[in-house]
Protein backbone atom coordinates (compact mmCIF):
# COMPACT_ATOMS: atom_id res chain seq x y z
CA UNK A 1 0.00 0.00 0.00
CA UNK A 2 1.58 3.27 -1.06
CA UNK A 3 0.16 6.81 0.65
CA UNK A 4 0.51 9.61 -1.10
CA UNK A 5 0.49 13.32 0.80
CA UNK A 6 0.57 16.33 -1.28
CA UNK A 7 1.77 19.90 -0.60
CA UNK A 8 2.66 23.41 -1.62
CA UNK A 9 -0.76 24.73 -2.40
CA UNK A 10 -2.17 28.07 -2.38
CA UNK A 11 -3.12 31.13 -3.33
CA UNK A 12 -0.68 33.60 -6.07
CA UNK A 13 -1.28 36.11 -8.31
CA UNK A 14 -1.45 34.91 -12.24
CA UNK A 15 2.30 35.19 -13.49
CA UNK A 16 3.60 34.05 -10.34
CA UNK A 17 4.69 30.14 -9.06
CA UNK A 18 4.23 27.71 -6.66
CA UNK A 19 5.63 23.96 -6.08
CA UNK A 20 4.43 21.35 -5.18
CA UNK A 21 5.36 18.41 -3.35
CA UNK A 22 4.15 14.60 -3.35
CA UNK A 23 5.78 12.36 -0.33
CA UNK A 24 5.08 9.11 -0.75
CA UNK A 25 5.29 6.39 2.14
CA UNK A 26 4.32 2.60 2.31
CA UNK A 27 6.10 1.48 -0.83
CA UNK A 28 9.01 1.05 -2.89
CA UNK A 29 8.83 4.85 -4.35
CA UNK A 30 11.77 4.40 -6.82
CA UNK A 31 9.75 1.78 -8.79
CA UNK A 32 7.04 3.65 -9.36
CA UNK A 33 5.77 5.92 -12.33
CA UNK A 34 4.40 8.42 -11.02
CA UNK A 35 1.50 11.38 -11.95
CA UNK A 36 -0.23 14.96 -11.54
CA UNK A 37 -3.84 15.44 -12.54
CA UNK A 38 -5.71 18.09 -11.92
CA UNK A 39 -9.79 18.29 -10.84
CA UNK A 40 -12.61 21.03 -10.89
CA UNK A 41 -15.22 21.14 -9.39
CA UNK A 42 -18.07 19.17 -11.79
CA UNK A 43 -15.13 18.40 -13.88
CA UNK A 44 -12.99 15.63 -14.78
CA UNK A 45 -9.80 14.83 -12.99
CA UNK A 46 -7.70 16.00 -15.98
CA UNK A 47 -3.91 14.74 -16.62
CA UNK A 48 -0.90 17.32 -15.95
CA UNK A 49 2.39 15.83 -16.27
CA UNK A 50 3.80 12.33 -15.28
CA UNK A 51 7.48 10.95 -15.00
CA UNK A 52 8.69 7.50 -15.02
CA UNK A 53 9.88 5.51 -12.56
CA UNK A 54 13.77 5.90 -13.58
CA UNK A 55 13.08 10.07 -14.19
CA UNK A 56 14.41 9.83 -18.18
CA UNK A 57 11.19 10.21 -19.50
CA UNK A 58 8.31 12.92 -18.98
CA UNK A 59 5.15 13.98 -20.10
CA UNK A 60 3.23 17.19 -19.83
CA UNK A 61 -0.81 18.05 -21.22
CA UNK A 62 -0.63 20.45 -23.92
CA UNK A 63 -1.96 23.34 -21.66
CA UNK A 64 1.03 23.12 -19.53
CA UNK A 65 3.92 22.59 -21.62
CA UNK A 66 7.09 25.02 -21.35
CA UNK A 67 4.71 26.63 -17.97
CA UNK A 68 5.45 23.22 -15.28
CA UNK A 69 8.31 21.04 -14.55
CA UNK A 70 7.82 17.37 -13.06
CA UNK A 71 10.63 16.11 -11.31
CA UNK A 72 11.64 13.41 -8.51
CA UNK A 73 13.70 12.79 -5.95
CA UNK A 74 13.95 8.73 -4.96
CA UNK A 75 16.20 9.48 -2.21
CA UNK A 76 13.27 11.95 -0.26
CA UNK A 77 10.35 9.61 -2.07
CA UNK A 78 9.13 12.53 -3.42
CA UNK A 79 7.66 13.96 -7.16
CA UNK A 80 7.41 17.43 -7.59
CA UNK A 81 5.73 19.75 -9.68
CA UNK A 82 7.06 23.02 -10.06
CA UNK A 83 4.50 25.39 -11.57
CA UNK A 84 5.69 28.97 -13.41
CA UNK A 85 3.44 31.26 -15.19
CA UNK A 86 0.86 30.62 -13.70
CA UNK A 87 -2.79 31.46 -15.15
CA UNK A 88 -6.49 31.47 -13.33
CA UNK A 89 -7.28 28.72 -15.33
CA UNK A 90 -4.74 26.48 -13.19
CA UNK A 91 -6.96 26.92 -10.42
CA UNK A 92 -7.83 23.48 -9.35
CA UNK A 93 -7.50 20.82 -6.82
CA UNK A 94 -4.07 18.98 -8.00
CA UNK A 95 -3.89 14.72 -7.13
CA UNK A 96 -0.91 13.29 -7.12
CA UNK A 97 -1.11 9.87 -8.39
CA UNK A 98 1.13 6.50 -8.10
CA UNK A 99 0.94 3.86 -11.28
CA UNK A 100 0.02 0.80 -9.61
CA UNK A 101 2.80 -1.90 -12.01
CA UNK A 102 6.07 -1.18 -10.20
CA UNK A 103 9.35 -0.48 -12.93
CA UNK A 104 6.18 0.20 -15.70
CA UNK A 105 7.62 0.33 -19.13
CA UNK A 106 4.36 1.08 -21.07
CA UNK A 107 3.18 4.67 -22.84
CA UNK A 108 -0.07 5.16 -21.14
CA UNK A 109 1.03 7.69 -18.74
CA UNK A 110 -1.88 10.35 -19.73
CA UNK A 111 -5.16 8.23 -18.60
CA UNK A 112 -6.29 7.37 -15.09
CA UNK A 113 -6.12 4.09 -15.49
CA UNK A 114 -3.37 2.65 -14.29
CA UNK A 115 -2.77 4.86 -11.40
CA UNK A 116 -3.78 3.16 -8.38
CA UNK A 117 -2.56 5.38 -5.59
CA UNK A 118 -3.70 8.83 -4.81
CA UNK A 119 -3.13 11.43 -2.91
CA UNK A 120 -6.35 13.38 -1.01
CA UNK A 121 -4.99 16.77 -3.35
CA UNK A 122 -3.89 20.43 -2.76
CA UNK A 123 -6.06 23.39 -3.79
CA UNK A 124 -4.03 25.70 -6.16
CA UNK A 125 -5.89 29.29 -6.58
CA UNK A 126 -4.51 31.82 -9.44
CA UNK A 127 -6.08 35.16 -8.91
CA UNK A 128 -6.62 37.46 -12.09
Known amino acids: QVLLKESGGGLVQAGGSLRLSCVAS????????MGWFRQAPAKEREFVAA????????YYADSVKGRFTISRDNAKNTVYLQMNSLKPEDTDVYYC?????????????????????WGQGTQVTVSS
Open 97 to 117: AAKTEPYYSGTSYYARSGYGY
Open 26 to 33: GGAFHSYA
Open 51 to 58: ISWSGGRT
